[in-house]
């Protein structure tokens, strides 16, 4: 069964046909982290920015080569 997010039958993810890049605010934790992470399975994400106002989670380095961090606190 194919999740919710991803068509079993085309190259769709939540609604996208073709590569996308994407930006989450506050994309460390809770609903902004876990969005991060489904988009980070999509093989269509070309790349992702995820905001936190935690330097030191911003300055460590991501394991998926798409995905970069930005020191935001407004």
């Given at each position: 069964?194919?999740?919710?997010?991803?068509?079993?039958?085309?190259r769709?993810?939540?609604?996208?046909?073709?590569?996308?890049?994407?930006?989450?605010?506050?994309?460390r934790?809770?609903?902004?982290?876990?969005?991060?992470?489904?988009?980070?399975?999509?093989?269509?994400?070309?790349g992702?920015?995820?905001?936190?106002?935690?330097?030191?989670?911003?300055?460590?380095?991501?394991?998926?080569?798409?995905?970069?961090?930005?020191?935001?606190?407004?």
């Open positions: 069964m194919a999740s919710p997010t991803h068509s079993s039958t085309s769709e993810f939540l609604g996208f046909k073709t590569a996308f890049n994407a930006l989450i605010l506050g994309g934790g809770g609903i902004g982290g876990a969005m991060s992470q489904a988009l980070l399975e999509s093989p269509l994400l070309k992702l920015i995820r905001t936190s106002r935690d330097p030191e989670w911003v300055a460590a380095s991501p394991e998926d080569p798409r995905e970069r961090r930005v020191h935001l606190d407004l």
